[in-house]
């Protein structure tokens, strides 16, 4: 039987009785359950993601996409002090790492508090060092600290891209976006050939490369009329040549070395996506879809954050005052106790969660895992080894959230990440419940999370995005 999204309700229900299955909890896939139309919807909803993803691969590209998307439908920036009234539509932009997008509602602001999305916009990567070059034996290098929790084997031997900015010595930006145009040069981690390779395959798989090994190789031409240094050189005078750079310029610069491959679709039915940095794109893009189109009855926020893989540190990470002084702002403007709003408020900490996978069955306990295809993942807590720095949502907010998704046919899933005792993860969730706002994760389901292509279904990205939608409703 089909199932029509978002209007068809009593099919489910119809569905439901047919199976006599109202007593039972059964996740099911939505490919199988969606109407044609709404499988257009999701095959639609994926190209516009994967362009994003093309684009956006860093947390500074990210904000500026945003930021244009954001004003093509009428957002006008926000600075502090501006007055605010009913039916404002605005953007803040942090440091050029993260943007904040709000919608001031009709609605009584003190009781109904705000609806918030949170999402990370940084995924791991390769970060260039401040004293990054040097040669040895026929390559030019760039040395490297990893950004993030990645297994440093996965990021050699493969085309990397350069991303980032440089402030020259006279304080001007210089942008460097290279390896992702066709006929771009790119970028290179070397490994060893197996041949070689039987003392480093005997090791842990943590000490298959080390972080000093993770140098990015940039060039192998020598400069003729030096003495020292030669393909170093050459390499200097190309930046300087192209940028303007000198060597010392690095020290304030921020580079990124980021898997050069684009998006994809995966599969002979192209029902999933290959790609570098669903954690945690595959949020921030449904998620700031959906306030774009929000109806303004709700006071809406959807807050993309920067630095979640490393600790949410910074002024630009969700532990930063700015966005408890966006929300006070708010609140002064609209003269509502932003005491009140912050508790009656409620926000979905939206981040990916791993994907069941049949191939490492022996690390997920099946019933609690978020399955592919099965819509979003709503997950009560994160944490690991004893919900261990999770904020771990209420029933009543679990409750609240259920009621949203079930009113407006929203496809979704719950699970926790993996088994007990075996690990897990953190989210921004906790520094969001700090300050008094009922908050619970929510993501897609990710495949070889963390990995420089990362794989998820084209469904439950389509359902992130109705959850969104319902969210904001
Ligand atoms: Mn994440
Ligand atoms: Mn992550």
Redesign the pocket.
């Known amino acids: 039987m089909e199932l029509k999204l978002g209007k068809n309700k009593r099919l489910v229900i119809e569905e439901v009785k047919e199976n006599n299955l109202e007593l039972s909890y059964v996740k099911r896939n939505l490919f199988e359950k969606a109407s044609s139309e709404v499988q257009k919807e999701i095959f639609d909803f994926a190209e516009k993601y994967k362009k994003f993803l093309n684009t956006c691969k860093t947390e500074r590209e990210c904000s500026r996409y945003i930021l244009e998307d954001a004003k093509k439908y009428g957002f006008k920036e926000f600075k502090f002090g501006d007055a605010l009234k009913a039916g404002d539509k605005r953007y803040f932009v942090n440091r050029n790492k993260g943007v904040v997008l709000f919608n001031i509602g009709k609605n009584d602001l003190e009781t109904n508090g705000i609806r918030l999305v949170v999402a990370h916009i940084d995924s791991?990567r390769i970060d260039i060092k401040q004293v990054p070059l040097y040669e040895s034996d026929g390559m030019c290098f760039l040395k490297t600290h990893y950004y993030?929790?990645i297994k440093k084997y996965q990021w050699t031997a493969m085309p990397l891209s350069l991303h980032g900015v440089v402030i020259l010595k006279n304080g001007k930006k210089v942008e460097i976006n290279v390896g992702e145009k066709e006929g771009d040069p790119v970028f290179y981690i070397n490994d060893l050939l197996p041949h070689l390779g039987s003392t480093q395959m005997s090791g842990t798989a943590n000490n298959l490369i080390s972080g000093e090994q993770l140098n990015v190789v940039i060039g192998g031409m020598p400069l003729a009329d030096v003495k020292n240094d030669k393909i170093k050189n050459n390499i200097l005078k190309l930046l300087n040549k192209e940028y303007g750079i000198i060597e010392e310029d690095f020290i304030s610069a921020e580079l990124s070395a980021v898997p050069a491959m684009k998006a994809c679709d995966v599969g002979f039915d192209r029902s999933l996506i290959g790609g570098y940095g669903h954690?945690?794109r595959s949020s921030v893009y449904p998620a700031y879809q959906a306030i774009l189109n929000a109806n303004a009855d709700n006071t809406n926020m959807c807050i993309l954050v920067d630095k979640?893989?490393i600790g949410s540190e910074g002024n630009t990470g969700m532990k930063s005052k700015v966005y408890e002084d966006l929300i006070e702002e708010i609140c002064f403007s609209m003269k509502a106790n932003v005491r009140a709003v912050r508790q009656n408020s409620i926000c979905l900490s939206a981040d990916v969660t791993a994907g069941y996978d049949p191939n490492f069955a022996n690390v997920f306990e099946k019933k609690n895992s978020a399955l592919l295809s099965c819509g979003t993942c709503m997950c009560k807590f994160s944490g690991s080894r004893g919900k261990s720095g999770s904020s771990d949502a209420s029933a009543e907010t679990v409750g609240k959230i259920r009621k949203i998704f079930d009113e407006n046919d929203v496809y979704w899933q719950t699970a926790e990440l993996g088994k007990v005792d075996l690990g897990g993860g953190g989210t921004v969730a906790m520094f969001i419940a700090q300050l008094n706002i009922d908050t619970v994760d929510i993501g897609v389901p990710v495949i070889s999370?963390?990995a420089p292509y990362e794989l998820i279904s084209k469904a439950d990205l389509y359902s992130m995005y109705t959850a969104c939608q319902a969210f904001y409703k």
Request: no cysteine; net charge negative.
């Open positions: 791991p993030g929790g954690d945690d979640e893989e999370m963390h």
